[in-house]
């Protein structure tokens, strides 16, 4: 009789647990598919384009020499620009930044050269491009410091009481240093300054004689505007 009854109970557990096993295999076929989430930075991610419109000051410094002439000097004037900057994220820190804008310059003879006033004028397109390292500890505040190569083209150019005047294409050296607020994801506000150290050479000529000379612009770029974030 306790034979029987022990058997009983235990194919009536058996059966029990099969029943079970076989509802929840049915359940989870019929659950429907959970998509993986996405990862945390595909969420609401930016391009990692980005651009900036600047007012700019370009600020020389007034220094310069005519070879051969004793005490000679050369100053420069200054001028407040457009500028449009192009900026690539290859990570949230690294980043490249392409600069551009043109403007005007008079250049005029100081020292001994003082009596010649402006000696002439030129347009002058300085192309630069900075490598940057973006601090991102700071949430909305973004500040960064770059360093870069600039290639400056002098064009357009006139002579005033020089007779005939080239300045020459040159290189520099950028350094850089700024921030940006962003407003939102996409918008912020910018200030930015840069140092180009620029000192091109030029030909002139002045009373009938060729000169040669160097003019050691190296410019400050102070400016601000307006941040976009594709």
Partial sequence: MTTTCTR?????????????????????????????????????????????????????????????????????????????????????????????????????????????DRIGSTWVLPPTLTLQYHFTDFGAFKPYVGAGVNYTIFYNQDADSATDLHVKDSFGFALQAGFDYMINEHWGVNFDVKKIFLRPDFDVTVGGADLTGNAKLDPWLIGGGVTYRF
């Fill in 8 to 116: 009983r109970i235990s194919a009536l557990a058996a059966t029990t647990a099969i029943l079970l096993f076989a509802q929840a295999a049915g359940a989870a076929d019929l659950m429907p598919a959970v998509e993986p989430t996405p990862a945390a930075e595909e969420i609401g991610a930016v391009s990692p384009w980005q651009i900036r419109v600047r007012g700019l000051g370009v600020i020389t410094n007034d220094e310069g020499s005519v070879d051969g002439v004793a005490g000679s000097d050369l100053s420069y004037s200054d001028s407040v620009i457009p500028e449009l900057d192009i900026t690539y994220y290859f990570t949230d820190n690294l980043a490249a930044e392409l600069i551009l804008g043109t403007t005007w310059a008079g250049i005029y003879g100081e020292g001994s050269l003082a009596g010649l």
